[in-house]
């Protein structure tokens, strides 16, 4: 790497001498998507992705959407469809999300979207390029005011600085190893989380733990007794939360003892201040009211509901989340018990939307009491999976920071790779 090079002033400023700036219109066609008619439910189904702004941002290539077109609802959309490698981006009300299409696949009208021409630019420049310059996207429509609305030709009269095709590789290929790293973290702790709920549920849901003989209790013959909960194991309980741990609901302090300065101790609002098994909060405070020590379940309890970690280090609790204080002994069967309490008390509230839990919802929230051995055992074979997310929690955030710090000064010729 080179970090001195000589620059031009341009329309969008300075960019290395030998750059170019070039529209978007001359690197390729610009498509904006549409929606197919949702009362015609024959147009949907499982052949193309349906491409809309909360797909995009999850990860560089996008090749599942959680809509998806059937052969017949493609054949509505027309020419309106995207081949592998067509740079998406979000052009209306959330501004500046960026995706790449995986295979062939459409979007809604709040994607334009770039079909490159691969002999000038290489789709992953284009998705950097947006990726690094939000401001300069939203202000698209002039004025220097932001826009909810990027049209079309607005959006295809984007300028954008292009290096030669080599310079483009090389730049691109040192911030997509990072990207590619990040994600296949992240893919690795949804796996493991993935796994530990599975077992989980097979010994404490379906209970086919294992029986003295190494065998699965209930379809062995294991005995069973009737409880408020159904048949369970003999030997085992019916509990609530409170019964077993000490809930600490958060109260908000202050708005004036709020700094970024890391006077006092960390506060957690909600789910901004997670990340995995990591909690990351953003603010401090000096006035804080409620408490969680280390090792306490830390959870959100309004809004987003769930984000269930443990805690690392004294915080203070805004109003957005809670901690339960549990027996070391009970961790990691606690961790998986909560998470499933959660999401049975969300189904089961009265509505679409549940805006928060109370501190009676938690409390009286009955759960299954194994047997204290076979917690033990279910801990300590659960206890390296925690391990390892915490892990690649922490590397995927030394990633995502190296790539953050970097991300501009390539794609603006500071530092250069020739």
């Known amino acids: 790497m080179k970090s001195q090079t000589k620059f031009k002033q341009t329309e969008i400023g300075k960019i290395p001498e030998g750059w170019e700036i070039l529209r978007v219109t001359d690197l390729g066609r610009v498509i904006t998507g549409k929606t197919p008619p949702t009362k015609i439910k024959e147009y949907f189904g499982s052949d193309f992705p349906f491409i809309k702004i909360p797909d995009l941002g999850k990860s560089v290539y996008i090749e599942k959407s959680e809509t998806m077109l059937s052969k017949k609802g493609a054949g509505y959309m027309g020419n309106l469809k995207l081949p592998k490698d067509s740079v998406m981006v979000s052009c209306l009300a959330t501004i500046g999300k960026v995706g790449i299409t995986k295979r062939d696949s ?23 390029f947006f990726k690094n310059n939000l401001f300069y996207l939203e202000s698209l429509g002039g004025g220097g005011s932001v826009y909810t609305n990027i049209s079309k030709s607005r959006f295809e009269n984007a300028s954008i600085p292009i290096p030669r095709i080599k310079e483009q590789e090389r730049i691109i290929n040192i911030l997509f190893d990072l990207d590619s790293k990040i994600e296949f973290n992240q893919q690795m702790n949804k796996s493991l989380e993935a796994i530990g709920q599975a077992i989980f549920k097979r010994w404490f849901v379906d209970f086919e733990f294992p029986n003295e003989k190494g065998k699965p209790y209930k379809s062995s013959g294991g005995e069973m007794v009737e409880s408020e909960l159904g048949k369970i194991p003999k030997g085992w309980g019916v509990g609530r939360f409170k019964d077993i741990s000490k809930l600490q609901m958060g109260i908000s302090p202050k708005g ?5 300065d890391r006077k006092g ?11 995995g098994k990591l909690i990351l909060p953003k603010k401090f405070t000096t ?4 408490k969680c020590n280390t090792g306490d379940l830390v959870f959100c309890i309004r809004a987003t509901i769930g984000n269930v970690t443990f805690a690392d280090k004294e915080f203070c609790l805004g109003r957005g989340v809670a901690a339960l204080k549990i027996n070391n002994n009970f961790r990691e069967f606690f961790y998986y018990s909560l ?12 509505g679409s939307v549940i805006m928060g839990l109370s501190k009676t919802d938690i409390e009286d929230c009955k759960i299954i009491i194994p047997d204290n051995n076979l917690i033990k055992i279910f801990n300590k074979n659960l206890f390296s999976f925690f391990e390892m997310q915490k892990k690649l929690d922490e590397e995927i955030q030394s990633l995502s920071q190296i790539r953050d710090s970097l991300l501009p000064k390539l794609m603006s010729g500071k530092i250069r790779v020739i």
Do not use: H, R
């Open 265 to 275: 101790i960390p506060l957690l609002n909600g789910a901004a201040d997670f990340s």
């Open 339 to 350: 998470i499933g309490s959660l999401e049975k008390m969300i189904s089961s509230a009265t």
């Open 106 to 128: 459409f979007t809604n009208q709040q994607i334009n979207s770039l079909i490159c021409n691969k002999d000038k630019v290489i789709p992953l420049w284009i998705y950097y």
């Open 256 to 260: 004036n003892s709020y700094n970024e």
């Open 287 to 290: 006035e804080p009211i409620k």
